[in-house]
């Protein structure tokens, strides 16, 4: 199995800030990577797929990066509504596996 | 918009069957463009794909759960199911279905719903 390592675990920041998660392959995914935000009793919502592309309706603070094993989502000028967890997810081979989630706090 | 809604019992018993179904509001169930799939989450911690199934029947499952697990689809209902067999205590989670387009993600997911494995 593809295994996914998140970090960090966790991340205190405010209003206005950027925020920067990253999350490491353990082998080659060229790009099938996904990040989701999750809200307190809500399923997932999807951010970003294809590593770097913006999922229909959400925010153009989101953004994603990176390729291979080494991958990036950006948050620029965090928003209220944007304290959450968020995993990312490998969709290139199955079994399809998920980082342990980043959560950002408020400081 | 497409929506998912899980449904089934909130508390199986351990030993035995867990079922679940997932209604698809649109016809989007019977189209090649998408997969459908299953991924819980025990208490308290992260998300674990159970398994996906395609328009055409064909199913891709974790081996860690394979053994215990179906997926089947009713194009005609716009549902599909879930049974994961022999359930014990670690099989209690929030159960979510989801909608994968082309491998890219997740793109729409049912609320979850929770299971609970106890006598």
């Known amino acids: 199995d593809i295994q996914m390592t998140q970090s960090p675990s966790s991340v205190s920041a405010s209003v206005g800030d950027r925020v920067t998660i990253t999350c490491r392959a353990s082998?080659?995914?060229?790009?099938?990577l996904a990040w989701y935000q999750q809200k307190p009793g809500k399923a997932p919502e999807l951010l970003i797929y294809?590593?770097?592309s913006l999922q229909s309706g959400v925010p153009a603070r989101f953004s994603g990066s990176g390729s291979v094993t080494d991958f990036t989502l950006t948050i620029s000028n965090l928003q209220p509504e944007d304290f959450a967890t968020y995993f990312c997810?490998?969709?290139?081979?199955?079994?399809?596996?998920f980082g342990q989630g980043t959560k950002v706090e408020i400081k | 918009q497409v929506q998912l809604q899980e449904s089934g019992p909130g508390l199986v018993k351990p030993s035995e069957t867990l079922s679940l179904t997932c209604s698809v509001s649109?016809?989007?169930?019977?189209?090649?463009?998408?997969?459908w799939g299953w991924i819980r989450q025990p208490p308290g911690k992260g998300l674990e794909w159970i398994g996906n199934?395609?328009?055409?029947?064909?199913?891709y499952y974790n081996p860690s759960l394979k053994s215990r697990v179906i997926i089947s689809l009713d194009t005609s209902r716009a549902q599909f199911s879930l049974k994961v067999m022999s359930v014990t205590a670690t099989d209690t989670a929030v159960y979510y279905c989801?909608?994968?387009?082309?491998?890219?993600?997740?793109?729409?997911w049912g609320q979850g719903t929770p299971v609970i494995v106890s006598s």
């Open positions: 989801a909608r994968l387009a082309g491998g890219t993600g997740f793109d729409s």
């Open positions: 649109d016809g989007s169930i019977s189209s090649s463009n998408y997969y």
């Open positions: 199934i395609y328009y055409s029947g064909s199913t």
């Open positions: 082998q080659d995914i060229v790009n099938w």
């Open positions: 294809a590593a770097s």
């Open positions: 997810q490998q969709a290139n081979s199955f079994p399809y596996t």
